[in-house]
């Protein structure tokens, strides 16, 4: 399967326990989304990666959460202190340099208890 | 105010129906607008581009419309198959970065 990954595809957590979550996205899409989506909603950007620098970071990141992709392939995403309204779908997309469309990967459902 | 609205329906419709989705979205500075489907606890997929031309693929048709800041999608001869719920999505104009804005959703289930 050459589409984008992410693992694991679901959480059940504690509240206040940390969590990560990985994506690895299409090979050669240098470009690298984090969304999450709640129940009822659509998706909302989280953060952005062009190759291993994060070059934007949405308000609903906050302290708690934090990103990386370091040899500008895979990436984690890690909340730490999980809270009760962190529970959603976190998806990850890529897209290739000059193109238009963003692929997801399947998203890791996530839940704290 | 959200970037983009989109009613959340939901859609009820037999087979062969046409139905027809909307959205609006609030920044006219918006450069790039897609449809979305995403099926239940799935990942969203791209089902198309629309311009302001507008497109069509077969049974949809995709219409943008830039003075009014409105999408639409048309699905005719209705499927089974159909049913989903459709994102409507807006990029921003100069945005390099290219995150997308997405509305709600708009569920559809075509029953037989």
């Known amino acids: 399967d050459t589409g984008v990954s992410q693992n694991p595809r679901h959480k059940i957590t504690k509240r206040g326990q940390n969590v990560t979550f990985r994506c690895d996205p299409i090979?050669?899409?240098?470009?690298l989304y984090w969304y999450r989506q709640t129940l009822g909603q659509g998706p909302e950007f989280l953060t952005y990666f062009q190759n291993e620098a994060q070059l934007e970071k949405s308000r609903l990141l906050s302290d708690r959460f934090s990103a990386e992709r370091p040899k500008g392939s895979f990436s984690t995403l890690e909340i730490q202190r999980t809270e009760q309204g962190d529970s959603a779908m976190y998806l990850c997309?890529?897209?290739?340099?000059?193109?238009?469309?963003?692929?997801f990967g399947p998203g890791t459902r996530l839940l704290v208890l | 105010r959200k970037e983009v609205e989109q009613d959340p329906g939901p859609f009820n419709v037999p087979e062969g129906a046409t139905v027809a989705f909307n959205c609006t979205y609030s920044?006219?500075?918006?450069?790039?607008f897609f449809w979305y489907r995403q099926d239940c606890r799935k990942e969203p997929k791209l089902l198309m581009s629309?311009?302001?031309s507008g497109n069509e693929d077969g049974r949809f048709t995709a219409q943008l419309n830039r003075a009014s800041q409105y999408i639409s999608l048309l699905i005719r001869d209705s499927k089974l198959s159909d049913s989903a719920t459709y994102l409507c999505?807006?990029?921003?104009?100069?945005?390099?970065?290219?995150?997308?804005?997405f509305g709600r959703g708009t569920q559809l289930t075509v029953w037989p």
């Open positions: 997309a890529s897209r290739e340099s000059g193109g238009e469309t963003q692929y």
């Open positions: 920044n006219s500075a918006s450069q790039s």
């Open positions: 999505v807006v990029v921003d104009r100069g945005s390099t970065l290219g995150r997308l804005y």
């Open positions: 090979s050669e899409h240098n470009r």
């Open positions: 629309v311009y302001s």
